[in-house]
């Protein structure tokens, strides 16, 4: 009884400590909230002394508000301060604990408990929040948790918590929990969400997104799954999966879906692990965990590199992987943020030694609109990944506007041009060269406006509602067309040239036109069919957001871009040569008749680069990576008014086709003028009279 006494009185006298304490703090606060009755204390209140116009360069800082230890700093910008960095924080050591050490002094004043086990002496202090985590919450790391929710998520705060997220994954890693693992994500949940990320801008270590990236990564690794597959985290800006695997296990599939940031929808991320890589994993069970991050990307700053353009904006999800050693390389589809059609895509991996994007790190498989798939390889540096907006897009109206109006009046060029042709043919096909060279013409006329017709098909074919097969019909036929335009182009280069170099032996007509079939539509046909059979049951002979050629996959786009390129090439020789024999024939010619052959060069080069394709040549500098937009420009406008130029300088300024016309418009008039003195005769103008 004696002993229940004491105890009772020893309680009592705790709680009036406890209090007394208590009473005055409430005075404390009461008297800060006369001082400012009508505010609540911020951190980004401007004072006088950073208040007004400045001139630049010019730096200023100022204390935070009250109960905030730190300061803000500004710098001078248009004449105006502007907040630039900001340390205030109102989280410590002694916050995290302060309420568990009374916590735990009152708990052991239980009726319960023998007097002699009583500590009434002032708690232990705390020197580190991981010696506070050990000491009272080892098994869960729940016990920071209220007090990282309740606190503002400044600039301040926010390093603070990186840093101790930091110290927690290197500290406190040895054997971690689902329960610890959900605790530390809440934690960096609650300087990931929307809310604050605005104020990640101010954090003077611009290396804190790159460091929470790594820790969270790092405290994962020592993760142990209990489950065979389990969803670990659910937080609205952190989410963590993971599941067992072998060797024996199918491709596995990580599937995220998270509301961005600046975005009202969710978006996608997909992380499948290949069968062919979960082989190289030993007969013993191994795990795999994957995370999400929605808004981790908008925060993630680069290491400076003087030959990248920053920054370079992420247009998804970042997803990170832990996976066996054994495991290199993974699949990753992201859902576009930016889903405009000229937000291209870059897969990228974060390098967490050099601190910036790796492009080397992934390749793109396929892209589409909305989503991208990405080939990634998996190692300790490169963890994470994600896509970028492209830096090399073109994003230009321009290039759009040029292409649609350039098609058009190309196929009403090439329409006229075949209607000359066909007025005149008579007449102009005298010889058996001048036969096969209007045969050439006309079929590089028709072989061009059947290509671009089925080109503006194929592009304003619905890709949501589209049949396959329809899209492999158009595919084929654009692809056949155009390789038998650069065919027949080819045809009329080894023409110009056996005219040249082979003078006194001559071909029959019928061969000529037999060879001409033959390399114009056979050659284009093989390569055309080829193409179709070895890609088309693979699912690789046309690309995801288009009716054209496979890149990405099986490279189907090269069985058109070797032969273009090769036939430039030939022709470009072609037309070298024929400089070369229009060059003066003699020594000691006259400066007019250097002038006449430099004129007679330009034109023969002129008329015979649209015919021959050499235009196409232009292609190549738009391959390159960072290429100007005026070679762009250029490509579109020598390309997509190549029917007007087969138009003016195959057909117009050739002074055969004119004759021909004049004559057939002279032979048109002279029926009419003869009807029309008929008319007007004596002989018709009595029989009128005698009526």
């Excluded at 708990?107 to 232990?124: G, K, Q, Y």
């Excluded at 790092?218 to 969803?231: D, G, P």
């Excluded at 250097?594 to 015919?611: E, F, G, H, Q, Y």
């Amino acid at each position: 009884m004696k002993s229940q006494l004491t105890t009772i009185c020893c309680l009592v006298l705790f709680l009036a400590t406890e209090c007394s304490h208590y009473r005055t703090q409430i005075h404390k606060k009461d008297g800060d909230k006369l001082q400012h009755p009508e505010e609540k204390p911020k951190t980004g209140r401007i004072q006088e002394k950073c208040h007004g116009p400045c001139s630049a360069p010019s730096n200023c800082s100022q204390p935070c508000a009250r109960s905030f230890r730190g300061e803000i700093g500004f710098t001078c910008n248009q004449n105006k301060w502007q907040k630039s960095t900001e340390t205030c924080t109102s989280l410590s050591v002694e916050t995290f604990f302060k309420d568990l050490n009374s916590a735990t002094r009152l708990s052991v004043a239980a009726p319960s408990i023998p007097l002699h086990v009583l500590d009434l002496r002032a708690p232990e202090s705390i020197e580190s929040i991981a010696q506070g985590i050990r000491k009272n919450c080892p098994w869960d790391y729940a016990c920071i948790i209220d007090v990282v929710k309740s606190s503002e998520a400044t600039s301040g705060n926010i390093a603070f918590i990186v840093q101790l997220l930091k110290n927690i994954s290197t500290d406190l890693s040895d054997n971690v929990t689902r329960e610890k693992m959900k605790s530390y994500s809440k934690v960096a949940n609650h300087i990931l969400n929307t809310e604050a990320i605005s104020n990640w801008a101010f954090i003077p270590d611009k290396n804190s997104s790159s460091d929470l990236l790594q820790s969270v990564n790092l405290f994962a690794q020592k993760l142990n799954i209990r489950n065979e597959s389990e969803n670990i985290v659910d937080e609205p800006f952190i989410q963590t999966k993971g599941f067992h695997i072998s060797h024996n296990t199918s491709e596995k599939t990580f599937r995220f879906s998270r509301n961005m940031y600046n975005t009202t929808e969710d978006i996608l991320g997909i992380i499948e692990i290949p069968q062919h890589e979960l082989w190289k994993l030993p007969p013993n069970i191994s795990q795999a965990i994957s995370i999400a991050f929605p808004t981790l990307g908008a925060v993630l700053k680069e290491a400076h590199l003087h030959n990248v353009s920053l920054p370079r904006p992420v247009n998804g999800l970042v997803l990170s992987v832990i996976l066996p050693e054994r495991l290199q390389q993974v699949l990753l589809t992201f859902e576009k943020i930016n889903k405009s059609r000229s937000a291209r895509a870059q897969c990228v991996g974060w390098h967490s030694r050099k601190r910036r994007w790796d492009e080397n790190a992934c390749a793109k498989t396929w892209e589409i609109k909305n989503r991208v798939k990405c080939r990634c390889n998996y190692t300790n540096a490169v963890m994470s990944f994600s896509i970028l907006m492209s830096p090399v897009a073109i994003n230009n109206k321009i290039l759009d506007y040029i292409t649609c109006i350039g098609l058009s009046v190309s196929i009403l060029s090439l329409v006229l041009c075949l209607l000359i042709e066909a007025t005149v043919w008579s007449r102009v096909v005298v010889t058996e060269i001048s036969y096969m060279r209007h045969v050439c013409i006309v079929n590089i006329a028709v072989s061009l406006l059947t290509a671009n017709v089925w080109f503006i098909i194929s592009s304003n074919f619905s890709k949501k509602a589209q049949d396959y097969k329809w899209c492999v019909a158009m595919t084929f036929f654009s692809h056949f067309f155009y390789l038998s335009l650069f065919f027949w182009m080819l045809f009329k280069a080894l023409l110009i040239l056996y005219g040249i170099l082979v003078v006194f032996h001559r071909i029959m007509k019928s061969r000529m036109m037999a060879i001409g079939f033959v390399i114009g539509y056979g050659f284009p046909l093989i390569i055309a069919a080829t193409t179709v059979a070895i890609t088309v049951p693979k699912k690789g002979y046309m690309r995801h957001d288009a009716c054209w050629l496979n890149w990405d996959n099986t490279k189907a786009l090269l069985a058109f871009a070797i032969p273009a390129l090769v036939i430039v090439a030939v022709n470009l020789l072609v037309v070298l040569v024929v400089a070369v024999n229009t060059q003066r024939p003699f020594i000691g010619s006259s400066k007019s008749q250097d002038v006449a052959i430099i004129r007679r060069i330009s034109k023969n080069v002129a008329i015979l680069t649209p015919l021959l394709g050499l235009t196409w040549g232009f292609g190549l500098a738009t391959l390159i990576d960072g290429t100007s937009l005026i070679f762009h420009i250029i490509f579109a406008l020598l390309n997509a008014f190549q029917g007007f130029f087969i138009l003016l300088f195959g057909t117009i300024m050739d002074h055969k086709i004119r004759d021909a016309l004049k004559m057939k418009m002279s032979s048109l008039k002279r029926p009419s003028r003869v009807a029309e003195n008929a008319s007007l005769s004596p002989t018709n103008g009595s029989k009128l009279m005698n009526r």
